[in-house]
């Protein structure tokens, strides 16, 4: 740890919120003599305080410690290579359209690889009214379901939740190209060209 890179971004990060060292001193019950060390790179803070200037600063205690921010490449558009998230303890689903660091229940989120699905594998489509009706023979069992199907094309996303112990039907607008996806909770993010 580079204790003059992680005082410079504690001095900024202060002065970009518009504290002073002693607000932010005071808003963690320390000195602001503390404060001063740290941004002049004589000391870095104790991991204990890390939490409360995480919160303060606005940034994640693993940029803190690093002493610097990174800055994501701009991706474009396409809402088909969207990535995919899912926290594997509370099922929180998290769409990001670029590289992204993100936690969830305290764990660091990887970005989920989408398989193609194989003909046994793929969802049951079928033409009703000009919509897609999409409807699979999964068992969607408490611990063994699809949790979401999403539909993506090159300029929106929709998803749609899935639960446990219902019977996997839903309908969708057609469009003229686009990728469904979807995610079985013990085998992963699969897809399928419509």
């Known amino acids: 740890m580079n204790n003059r890179k992680v005082g410079e971004l504690i001095y900024n990060l202060r002065k970009e919120k518009g504290l002073t060292q002693k607000q932010l001193a005071d808003q963690m019950n320390i000195s602001d003599r503390t404060v001063s060390k740290w941004e002049r790179g004589y000391g870095c803070p104790d991991v204990t305080l890390l939490p409360s200037l995480s919160t303060l600063l606005g940034v994640n205690i693993e940029s803190i410690l690093v002493g610097e921010l990174s800055s994501n490449e701009f991706v474009g558009g396409n809402m088909k290579k969207s ?24 764990r660091k989120l990887d970005r989920l690889e989408a398989k193609k699905a ?50 996997l039907q839903t309908r969708i607008p057609k469009r003229k190209h686009g990728k469904l996806l979807w995610y079985d909770t013990q085998f992963g993010l699969y897809y399928q060209l419509l």
């Open 83 to 106: 990535n995919y998230f899912v926290c594997p303890s509370c099922n929180n689903i998290v769409l990001a359209t670029g590289d992204i660091t993100i936690s969830c229940c305290g």
């Open 118 to 167: 194989t003909d046994e594998e793929k969802l049951s489509m079928t033409e009703i009214d000009n919509e897609w009706f999409i409807s699979s023979d999964h068992s969607m069992t408490k611990d063994h379901y699809i949790s979401f199907i999403a539909f993506a094309t090159g300029d929106q996303v929709q998803i749609i939740k899935q639960y446990p112990e219902w019977s």
